[in-house]
DNA sequence: CTATTCTGAATGAATGTTCAACAAATGATG
DNA sequence: CATCATTTGTTGAACATTCATTCAGAATAG
């Protein structure tokens, strides 16, 4: 089942703050060792308002997120946001930013962990998609606002984008490959479209959180078409009803 | 390929809100005989404001569409929306409405033209969730900005869910009668889900308008599902790769 | 003439942004 | 080490703008 939409409370969030932003700030300070304390102060504050943004996100949608609401969220006070985001907008654009750099590292980090085996990688990529770390209806409702907004904002349309460019084309790839070894009828790129969609789809229904669809659910859907698309690589658990 | 983005232009617009109102206005008639003229005009007033709201969220999304934006689009003063639904919420809501029954009548109408064969009504529901006449981007662009706001708002998510309740009924039993008669192995309502997910992830990436996803290859990714999970009651175009 | 529909300016609330003052950390100097 | 200066980070009130709503009166239909 999913966790609850409630915001991480205030101890938790700066915990999960302080722990994000201490991973970040070393490699950082690889990069550029200079002003040290500073610097990773500051990227300690930009990524509790990122996540403070979320939780609004979350709890109020897009169209009812304000400035107060994400400063509040984080404890500090109203003017805090202009000082370390320029904007609202880019306060947004920065928070998008930064999920979908969370979103693309972990089917990275999922596909590079399960070998060369394009019927693994697959499989791995599936099941990524519905961890706990990235779907979870906090961050679900989140990239939902987003995609409410994306039509008519090319910034968002580009970021959210993010997850097809190379994502897209990694699924097509698997896709032939597997139709090579299994001498399979489809086209790869009409079947990683069916199936991508189909996850996205998922997401947007665990979302909505109306039925009972969970995440365990929503991944046996997904695992059940990858059965029906490549009945070779992935055999049903149990055989063909036969009355 | 979709239709332009660009809002019906008024005199078009004002053509399909009298068309449109004229046949809901006839079965109104039918219902109360009362009031005839007044009542037909009032319902027209009220499904122009409703266009001028759907192209408004297509174009400015949600969290930029005003009650200015609407009232200016339909051609009107800024006092009248206010006149005819008490507040933008319930403009809103009854936006949402209109679109779920259009929605719900399309598909019903769908399914009833199919006739018996489970297999031709679920290649014929498929089917028309990709007909121009709902599946425009000026349609699927209102649609995700209701969506973006769903999660937090209740009478959003009912509304929403219009679509899920009967309608993911109707998949369950489908895919139970093809798995009867076809021998399958995937459980009904999985299946159901898997399917159904698709086809709002299709919708989404349709909307996105990212890549060159049209409404063809769309429906093509679809029918290809359909070939994969129900091969024996949809066969495959052309046969298996054979070198 | 009466009821209904419509207009557009006025109003008030909400909210993003600015900014002057304040606090804290860093660095320089003796 | 102590002291001051400077940069950086933070606050909260003030400001300007946008926008939904109201309403008194005009226009129109019955």
Same mark, same amino acid.
Request: charged content about 35%; aromatic content about 6%.
């Given at each position: 089942?999913?966790?609850?939409?409630?915001?991480?409370?205030?101890?938790? !969030?700066?915990?999960?703050?302080?722990?994000? *932003?201490?991973?970040?700030?070393?490699?950082? +300070?690889?990069?550029?060792?200079?002003?040290?304390?500073? =610097? !990773?102060?500051?990227?300690?504050?930009?990524?509790?308002?990122?996540?403070?943004?979320?939780?609004?996100? *979350?709890? +109020?949608?897009?169209?009812?997120? @304000?400035?107060?609401d994400v400063a509040d969220g984080a404890g500090l006070s109203r003017g805090i946001v202009n000082f370390h985001f320029e904007s609202k907008e880019k306060l947004l654009v920065a928070t998008l930013a930064y999920m979908a750099d969370e979103y693309a590292a972990h089917?990275?980090? *999922?596909?590079?962990?399960?070998?060369?085996?394009?019927?693994?990688?697959?499989? !791995?990529?599936?099941?990524?998609?519905?961890?706990?770390?990235?779907?979870? =209806?906090?961050?679900?409702? !989140?990239?939902?606002?987003?995609?409410?907004?994306?039509?008519?904002?090319? @910034?968002?349309?580009?970021?959210?984008?993010?997850?097809d460019a190379a994502y897209q084309k990694i699924f097509i790839d698997l896709c032939a490959a597997l139709k090579e070894s299994g001498d399979y009828a489809y086209e790869p790129q009409v079947m990683a479209l069916a199936l991508s969609a189909m996850l996205e789809g998922l997401w947007l229904r665990l979302m909505m959180g109306t039925e009972d669809v969970t995440r365990e659910s929503a991944l046996q859907a997904a695992n059940e078409f990858l059965s029906a698309a490549f009945p070779k690589h992935y055999p049903w658990a149990s055989g063909p009803k036969k009355a």
């Open positions: 089942m999913l966790e609850t939409v409630t915001p991480m409370k205030t101890a938790e !969030a700066r915990e999960a703050v302080l722990e994000s *932003a201490r991973k970040n700030g070393e490699s950082a +300070r690889k990069n550029e060792t200079e002003k040290r304390g500073r =610097k !990773a102060s500051k990227e300690v504050r930009q990524l509790q308002l990122i996540e403070a943004t979320i939780d609004s996100l *979350a709890k +109020r949608g897009y169209s009812e997120t @304000t400035m107060a089917w990275r980090a *999922a596909l590079t962990r399960a070998g060369d085996d394009p019927a693994r990688q697959l499989r !791995a990529l599936v099941a990524a998609d519905f961890d706990r770390s990235i779907c979870n =209806k906090r961050k679900l409702a !989140a990239w939902c606002a987003f995609w409410g907004e994306a039509k008519s904002r090319p @910034t968002y349309q580009a970021l959210c984008g993010a997850r």
